[in-house]
């Protein structure tokens, strides 16, 4: 088990359970059957669909093992204590680019929520990691592999 501890939303804990389930009551069971399958086949010292199949139930269990030790070691946040005066965890934050205009919106969450097409910024991204603890009407420099940019903190919610 891992001792680093990650925060989720109660939404995101359910997803991370969903999956944990799915991987066990429908990959695990697929897998299985696809070794004995390859059992079946004759000689197992050099069938390749075997082989296969058990690097496939390798890589599934260590997911899976993945998954219970994030479970176990992951915090709730309740998201009634959550302050909007300054960008923290889960806060809903919209930086507006000071040299283009272009403004965008995230909400910042953990590595295991992080989704950018849903706008789901990982609170360790180099953007996250500049907006956290500031407050709305902060300019912030941020480092990218272009250089640097600098955002205007326009709006933080939930």
Do not use: W
């Not at 997803?15 to 389930?21: D, G, N, S």
């Not at 959550?82 to 507006?96: E, F, G």
């Amino acid at each position: 088990m891992s001792n680093k501890v990650s925060y989720v939303t109660k939404e995101g804990l359910k997803k991370l359970q969903e999956e944990l389930e799915r991987l066990q009551n429908v990959e695990r069971p697929k897998i299985s059957k696809a070794i004995g399958e390859a059992i079946e086949k004759g000689d197992i010292s050099e069938n390749a669909e075997y082989d296969a199949a058990k690097d496939a139930q390798g890589l599934l269990e260590a997911k899976i093992a993945q998954l219970k030790d994030t479970i176990a070691t992951c915090r709730v946040i309740d998201e009634s204590q959550i302050d909007t005066s300054k960008v923290q965890m889960l806060n809903k934050v919209t930086i507006k680019n000071t040299k283009t205009g272009a403004t965008m919106t995230y909400t910042l969450v953990s590595e295991t929520e992080a989704n950018f097409k849903e706008g789901k910024l990982s609170i360790h991204t180099p953007i996250a990691q500049a907006l956290v603890g500031k407050k709305l009407g902060d300019k912030v420099m941020v480092k990218v592999p272009a250089g640097e940019m600098e955002f205007e903190i326009m709006d933080i919610s939930l």
